[in-house]
T-cell receptor
Framework: AQTVTQSQPEMSVQEAETVTLSCTYD???????LFWYKQPPSRQMILVIR??????QNATENRFSVNFQKAAKSFSLKISDSQLGDAAMYFC?????????????FGTGTRLKVLA | DAGVTQSPTHLIKTRGQHVTLRCSPI?????VSWYQQVLGQGPQFIFQ???????GRGNFPDRFSARQFPNYSSELNVNALLLGDSALYLC??????????????FGQGTRLTVV
């Protein structure tokens, strides 16, 4: 089965603090990419960070970093120095290539609230 | 540079009607994908088009169809609308459908409400 599980429907973090969003996935594919997307009220999905499954080194983008555990099929997102603008829905997703094309499998999302 | 543009932004339709949603990809992008995002859920893959051909289809009924035009814009059509079709429909464009490291860029979506 191709699934992504985000077990935290909602998380809260104090401004300037650190928060970790959890994600697990299930795929039989060996070649795939993992993503975290942010969806603010404007509805547009914005790429936060991505990780190639064949790379062991965890991806980092400024205040955003991931903890990728391939064997455990776990892909958590850490946001450091949280800012009010980080408040949004966060979706974990992986992308697989099948039949010469690709598609994204998304989780159900985690709503992040940032408290001033 | 313009990003992925979708029209209309909001739409209200009656059950049984037909709807057409439109998407213009980023200039130079040849692949367009459509996703349905029901309230409280993550986006679900509907279609992918590349070079005007359907390259992938998700688990949606035949009431859903799409096409891609020579300028790479795309339409998503839904016939015989049901209340359950109410959702945010997202379009994503990318340079290619064939390269695994190709990044997709999403539009702001069309909010469809079926009453």
């Amino acid at each position: 089965a191709q699934t992504v599980t985000q077990s935290q429907p909602e998380m809260s973090v104090q401004e300037a603090e650190t928060v970790t969003l959890s994600c697990t996935y299930d795929t039989s594919e060996s070649d795939y990419y993992l993503f975290w997307y942010k969806q603010p009220p404007s509805r547009q999905m914005i790429l936060v960070i991505r990780q190639e499954a064949y790379k062991q080194q965890n991806a980092t983008e400024n205040r955003f970093s991931v903890n990728f555990q391939k064997a455990a099929k776990s892909f958590s997102l850490k946001i450091s120095d949280s800012q009010l603008g980080d408040a949004a829905m966060y979706f974990c997703a992986y992308r697989i290539t099948t039949s010469g094309t690709y598609k994204y499998i998304f989780g159900t999302g985690t709503r992040l609230k940032v408290l001033a | 540079d313009a990003g992925v543009t979708q029209s209309p932004t909001h739409l209200i339709k009656t059950r049984g009607q037909h709807v057409t949603l439109r998407c213009s990809p980023i200039s130079g992008h040849k692949s367009v994908s459509w996703y349905q995002q029901v309230l409280g859920q993550g986006p679900q893959f509907i279609f992918q088009y590349y070079e005007k051909e359907e390259r992938g289809r998700g688990n949606f009924p035949d009431r859903f169809s799409a096409r891609q035009f020579p300028n790479y814009s795309s339409e998503l059509n839904v016939n015989a609308l049901l209340l359950g079709d109410s959702a945010l429909y997202l379009c994503a464009s990318s340079l290619s459908a064939l390269r695994a490291n190709t990044e997709a860029f999403f539009g702001q979506g069309t909010r469809l409400t079926v009453v």
